[in-house]
């Protein structure tokens, strides 16, 4: 791990889930991530709810919690029934930082943000191999002779 961070990118990758078809970080590994209580967090976020419209931020609901807690083999939240926590999207994550005013939150905040576009390059697919030159190079097919003396063209354009 890099010596100037304070969390690992695969720590980072391994808490960013998919919930209603959205890479989300969960309030509460959030919390943990940035070294402070659940609770805490929760509260920097009910100070500035305006900065928190829906697609940054929204509670899961009792189904998602079920299958998320089914999804986890060691679940942290065992059989306690705590408030669903909140899923924040990319750009949520990076408000929390912000209201978080901390120096470490600005420091998770950037290791954050790499993960993510380390993500979204990975999604990305790759530039044509072929270079353009300003114009195009049509190349005729093989020309083959066959058996009976005649010509055949292999089919390529």
Sequence with gaps: MDERKIISDKKVEQRIRMIRGQKVMLSTELAELYGVEPKVLLEAVKRNIERFPEDFM???TNQELANLKSQIVTSSWGDLQPPAPYAFTEQG?????????????AQVH????????AIRQLKTPPES?????????????????TKKGGRKGSGLP
Excluded: T
């Design 58 to 60: 929204f509670q899961l």
């Design 129 to 145: 191999s072929q270079k353009k030159i300003g114009f195009k190079v049509k190349e005729k097919g093989a020309v083959y002779k």
């Design 110 to 117: 950037i290791e954050f943000k790499e993960v993510f576009d």
């Design 93 to 105: 994550v990076a408000m929390l930082s912000s209201v978080l005013r901390r120096k470490r939150a």
